[in-house]
């Protein structure tokens, strides 16, 4: 078997296609803010494949770190290993405030149409049902120059409109009116950008010059009219391009060998 060929189905599981799918979205000689879990197996492969000289930034204050092996969260030691600062959160926030970040991976418990996406509360601030909260999700989110978020495809999760708005996405409410506009209309001269990609167990998804979610690629094993039965709201799955590229075994040989050999995130 070639190295850059694709795997067949059956010789993958759903958690590889997601970290490969997130790598690609890396671009080389980016500064890539990471959180724990996938985010860090798709920048350690992306670094290995496709984009070496990018820089990694985790938000327990490492820098450009190169570790030997899958650290188990941002503020696990390995992640200093060869790094250009080691320092903490403060200081990797500061970089985020001047602008240095071009991408930032997140996740979120809720998401809407225009990328917005909830991390607080579901079914409202009050007397909903409280989640873990925001962390650093709206400042990394609204900083980056550009945001993927990684969620699981459920129809509760992918809704018309957010109970509650941790990270802005595209279009946001305009407060005192509460009508949706864009976000440079809110944001003003602190306006960076916004999510530009999400990856699903089910398919990629980008956003048009409206700042609506659309389907781009779905996983192999589904149809883009069952990822369309698992969204709250009218996926526009006119725009599908194809199935998304599974991983290489090459990807493959370096997510269980190289990057995390130990099964700490990968099963």
């Keep these: 078997m070639a190295g850059n060929e694709y795997a ?16 690609r979205e890396v671009n080389d000689g980016e500064v890539v803010f990471a959180g724990t879990g996938l985010p860090m197996l798709a920048i350690m492969l992306a670094q290995l ?25 941002v503020g696990d030691a390995r992640c200093i ?13 500061g970089q985020l405030q001047r602008g240095v970040v071009d991408l930032a991976f997140l996740g979120g418990a809720e998401i809407d149409q225009y990328g917005n996406v909830n991390t607080t509360a579901m079914g409202g601030y009050f007397g909903g049902k409280r989640l873990t909260g925001s962390g650093g999700n709206p400042d990394i989110n609204a900083l980056a120059k550009r ?17 509650y708005i941790t990270s802005p996405g595209w279009r946001i409410p305009h407060w005192p009116s509460g009508e949706f506009v864009h976000k440079k209309e809110v944001y003003g001269k602190a306006f960076r950008g916004g999510p530009s990609a999400v990856i699903s167990n089910m398919g990629v998804f980008r956003f048009d010059d409206d700042g609506v ?8 094993g589904f149809t883009p009219e069952q990822v369309k039965e698992n969204c709250m709201f ?14 290489t ?15 700490i995130f990968l099963p």
């Excluded at 790094?83 to 990797?92: E, H, K």
């Excluded at 009218?234 to 991983?247: F, H, Q, Y």
């Design 8 to 23: 067949k189905p059956g010789e993958f599981k759903p958690i590889d296609l997601l970290a490969v799918a997130a790598a």
């Design 49 to 73: 494949t496709t984009s070496p000289n990018a820089v990694c930034i985790y938000e327990a204050g490492s820098v450009d770190g190169r570790p030997i092996s899958l650290p188990t969260s």
């Design 81 to 93: 290993y060869q790094a250009s600062i080691a320092s903490g959160l403060y200081d990797v926030f």
């Design 147 to 163: 945001t993927v978020f990684i969620f699981v495809q459920e129809k509760r999760r992918w809704v018309e409109r957010c109970s």
């Design 213 to 220: 979610i659309y389907l781009d690629t779905v996983h192999p």
């Design 234 to 247: 009218d996926l526009n799955i006119s725009r599908v391009s194809g199935e998304t590229k599974p991983p």
């Design 249 to 263: 075994y090459r990807d493959l040989e370096l997510l269980y060998n190289v990057v995390d050999p130990e099964g």
